[in-house]
């Protein structure tokens, strides 16, 4: 009896690892097949919400009021979306709970900042902007779905320009937050200033959202004009505002110039170099981890001499041996 008790107890434990590895495999692992199953699953939801979509635009270009089935049915594909995400987060495994040993608070700490970095991925804010169209404000969000029909479609044979350039916006974000924090401080400065000097004037700045609208509309140099400075207060602010327009933007179009330039050369220049090498071992990806199986492919491989190409994304890591040829793709 005491067996047949402990067995129990322990297929108790096992159960939820199992269902975390099965659903970690459905959610996160290209190539298995729940996983192939999971991405037919959202494929066909995706198809679903894209005819939804386009038949509501249909129906408003022509005038004839949208069925309440047709919006039960989009909110339904949504929520479904909803739980899709959830699934992704919760059974998402971070890799550094892997590589370091800790408490168990240290182990928390490092699960839920790895799920807080997946979900401020490029990718995942963009599936998540579109499920926010549960929210009636955000309705006018939903088309934003459209653009997961670029996750799965392969365009690309070997290295997608796509991928590249979100990954130089992560690779980046210090200094794009940078630039965009700068925006920000001089359109909400600007805002609230032109909006403390031309209150009660007729110039259009009847709050402070009204001023925040029109600093942006100047610092962009797009100047709609429903809102102009009239008093001698409110022109030198204008002044100062589209000055530090020039700069702003001069700064932003250089950093996205360069790193989005960077990327795509150095995808010609990747192609380029394959081009040139035969009889190679091919490593495919590359983790700092991984250090000793490097090491033992270098042992092994003395003799052979044969050149040992890793593939991988980003720039080559410092810590790669210079035996080790790398290229930047997928």
Same mark, same amino acid.
């Given at each position: 009896?005491?067996?047949?008790?402990?067995?129990?107890?322990?297929? +108790?434990?096992?159960?939820?690892?199992?269902?975390?590895?099965?659903?970690?495999?459905?959610?996160?692992? $290209?190539?298995? *097949?729940?996983?192939?199953?999971?991405?037919?699953?959202?494929? !066909?939801?995706?198809?679903?919400?894209?005819?939804?979509? +386009?038949?509501?635009?249909? @129906?408003?270009?022509?005038?004839?009021?949208?069925?309440?089935?047709?919006?039960?049915?989009?909110?339904?594909?949504?929520? =479904? *979306?909803? /739980?899709?995400?959830?699934?992704?987060?919760?059974?998402?495994?971070?890799?550094?709970?892997?590589?370091?040993?800790?408490?168990? &608070?240290?182990?928390?700490?490092? %699960?839920?900042?790895?799920?807080?970095?997946?979900?401020? &991925?490029?990718?995942?804010?963009?599936?998540? @902007?579109?499920?926010?169209?549960? /929210?009636?404000?955000?309705?006018? @969000?939903?088309?934003?779905?459209?653009?997961?029909?670029?996750?799965?479609?392969?365009?690309?044979?070997?290295?997608?320009?796509?991928? !590249?350039?979100?990954?130089?916006?992560?690779?980046?974000?210090?200094?794009?937050?940078? &630039?965009?924090?700068? @925006?920000?401080?001089?359109?909400?400065? +600007? !805002?609230?200033?032109?909006?403390?000097?031309?209150?009660?004037?007729?110039?259009?700045?009847?709050?402070?959202?009204?001023?925040?609208?029109?600093?942006?509309?100047?610092?962009?140099?797009?100047?709609?004009?429903?809102?102009?400075? /009239?008093?001698?207060?409110?022109?030198?602010?204008?002044?100062?505002?589209?000055?530090?327009?020039?700069?702003?933007?001069?700064?932003?179009?250089?950093?996205?110039?360069?790193?989005?330039?960077?990327?795509?050369?150095?995808?010609?220049?990747?192609?380029? $170099?394959?081009?040139?090498? &035969?009889?190679?071992?091919?490593? =495919?990806?590359?983790?700092?981890?991984?250090?000793?199986?490097?090491?033992?492919?270098?042992? %092994?491989?003395?003799?052979?001499?044969?050149?040992?190409?890793?593939?991988?994304?980003?720039?080559?890591? +410092? %810590?790669?041996?210079?035996?080790?040829?790398?290229?930047? !793709?997928?």
């Amino acid at each position: 009896m005491a067996k047949v008790t402990f067995s129990a107890r322990a297929e +108790g434990l096992r159960a939820p690892a199992a269902l975390f590895r099965l659903m970690n495999r459905a959610f996160h692992q $290209r190539g298995t *097949f729940v996983f192939r199953i999971s991405e037919s699953v959202v494929w !066909g939801l995706i198809i679903i919400a894209s005819v939804l979509f +386009g038949i509501e635009m249909i @129906l408003t270009t022509k005038g004839h009021p949208i069925p309440e089935a047709l919006l039960h049915a989009d909110h339904i594909v949504l929520a =479904c *979306f909803a /739980v899709e995400l959830s699934l992704r987060v919760i059974f998402f495994d971070p890799p550094s709970t892997h590589l370091f040993k800790g408490s168990p &608070t240290s182990k928390l700490r490092r %699960e839920l900042l790895g799920r807080l970095r997946y979900i401020l &991925t490029p990718l995942f804010l963009i599936d998540l @902007l579109a499920v926010a169209a549960l /929210v009636p404000v955000l309705r006018g @969000l939903r088309a934003l779905r459209l653009l997961r029909l670029l996750r799965g479609v392969r365009l690309f044979r070997y290295s997608s320009p796509f991928l !590249g350039i979100l990954r130089t916006f992560q690779e980046n974000a210090l200094l794009y937050m940078f &630039t965009l924090g700068f @925006l920000l401080f001089v359109v909400l400065v +600007g !805002g609230i200033t032109i909006f403390l000097v031309e209150r009660g004037d007729p110039s259009g700045v009847q709050n402070i959202a009204d001023g925040v609208w029109w600093a942006m509309v100047t610092l962009t140099t797009v100047g709609f004009g429903d809102i102009t400075p /009239v008093t001698p207060q409110g022109r030198v602010v204008a002044s100062v505002v589209m000055v530090m327009g020039m700069f702003t933007l001069a700064l932003f179009a250089g950093l996205v110039g360069s790193t989005l330039l960077r990327v795509l050369t150095g995808l010609r220049k990747d192609q380029f $170099r394959m081009s040139l090498y &035969t009889n190679h071992i091919v490593i =495919c990806g590359y983790d700092p981890a991984a250090a000793l199986i490097l090491e033992a492919l270098l042992d %092994e491989n003395e003799a052979q001499q044969k050149p040992l190409v890793v593939f991988g994304a980003g720039d080559r890591p +410092g %810590e790669l041996p210079p035996d080790f040829i790398w290229i930047s !793709g997928d």
